[in-house]
């Protein structure tokens, strides 16, 4: 662990028995107390992760908006200040440089939170294609994140922010926000498919916010969680892993992010082209849950075949689901075998299961 990085909260997460894993080069803790005890305390209660691995990139200009609409697979001119969207940026041929998201403060500075694994590549892709007179600045490693969420992710931060939480809605943030007395960026946001927050704040600051949101959530059941935990609540709720359900082989429309992909802006987006050529061909792939009929885990990379034995797809990501209380997985299926109900073989170790094409997403939680 001594070669790997670490986020300013590595020593709370020794402190409190994490297990520290090499996580893309950075030393981050796969669990605490357990991933199953972890996802329950997410789904009903809340869970306080560490995601100061993530990449900040702040871009600033009179072009700034221009710029980015012509980066971006999202509208980005449909932002308004104070809000955030998620988005997609593509290499020419439609394949995925990363996903993200877009904090707007303004129309010339906008905030991109992209992931850790893809902030090198991401920051130096972004410099080949900008623009004179747009500004770039990496931000990443002056920059903390922590992520609060579950259901009483509001009445925990609420006791030590005096931002008025109930209203501030899903994907908008404040960017001078006053937390256990530490200035932060708020934002409701999450990847784990709960209501929560995404704290942003300076490195020093980090433990001492940990420290106070971890106090603050005592009487509510508030457990730190690990990379294992947000894993899994984010396969339940459909949303896309970097280098499983997207990347530079499989594009934002096989992957079923099309919403998020505006073919009709008028700007001319990286990728462009190659999406709206890829749509009018009609796909010949798509991204589909599988629930698992016999018993067996169907795991990331595993083929899948139809009842002839052709292999027609493959496992994205696949686990049991604390949850749903089952055995699932995202596949990447030939357009033939996609009809929810079509039964389809998962290829695990030595043998054919059954398993059977199911509606996404897994879970997805009631709204307020």
């Known amino acids: 662990m001594e070669n790997l990085n670490k986020t300013p909260l590595y020593q709370q997460h020794v402190d409190a028995g ?6 893309g080069g950075w030393a981050l803790p796969v669990q605490y107390s357990g991933i199953l005890e972890e996802i329950d305390a997410v789904r009903n209660r809340a869970g306080l992760f560490d995601v100061s691995h993530m990449g900040e990139i702040v ?6 908006l221009d710029w980015l ?32 998201l877009v904090y707007r403060f303004n129309a010339q500075k906008f905030l991109l939170v992209v992931n850790a694994a893809n902030a090198e590549k991401d920051w130096l ?79 020093d600051v980090a433990a ?36 499983h359900e997207i990347s530079p082989e499989i594009s934002p429309l096989e992957a079923g992010l099309g919403f998020f992909v505006k073919l009709k802006k008028e700007a001319d987006y990286i990728g462009k082209q190659a999406l709206i050529a890829q749509k009018e061909a009609g796909l010949k ?19 899948v075949y139809n009842e002839a034995g052709d292999q027609i797809g493959v496992i994205t990501t696949g686990s049991f689901s604390p949850t749903v209380g089952k055995n699932i997985a995202n596949a990447l299926m030939d357009t033939s075998y996609i009809e929810e109900g079509t039964t389809v073989l998962v290829g695990v170790r030595n043998r054919r299961l059954k398993a059977k094409v199911v509606k996404l997403p897994f879970y997805k939680r009631e709204a307020k």
């Not at 747009?134 to 002056?142: G, H």
């Not at 994140?145 to 209203?167: S, Y």
């Not at 916010?209 to 459909?238: H, Q, V």
């Open 285 to 303: 792939r798509r991204l589909r849950g599988l629930e698992m009929l016999d018993r067996g885990i169907p795991r990331a990379e595993y083929p």
């Open 18 to 23: 994490g297990k520290i894993v090499d996580f």
């Open 69 to 100: 609409q012509s980066m971006l697979t999202n509208d980005i001119g449909r932002l308004v200040d104070g809000q955030v969207m998620y988005t997609l940026m593509c290499y020419p041929d439609g394949g995925v440089v990363d996903d993200l």
């Open 125 to 203: 892709w972004l410099q080949q294609h900008c623009w004179q007179g747009i500004q770039l600045e990496n931000t990443s490693d002056t920059t903390a994140q922590l992520a609060l969420q579950g259901p009483e992710a509001e009445a925990i931060l609420q006791k030590i922010t005096d931002i008025p939480l109930d209203q501030l809605g899903f994907f908008r943030f404040v960017h001078e926000a006053n937390v256990a007395g530490r200035s932060c960026l708020i934002s409701r946001t999450g990847y784990t498919g709960e209501d929560g927050f995404e704290i942003y704040c300076r490195p």
């Open 208 to 243: 001492p916010l940990w420290e106070a949101i971890m106090e603050a959530g005592k009487d509510k059941g508030l457990l730190p969680a690990g990379l294992g935990s947000r894993d899994t609540l984010r396969f339940e709720a459909n949303l896309p892993l970097y280098g």
């Open 59 to 64: 871009v600033g200009g009179e072009k700034a």
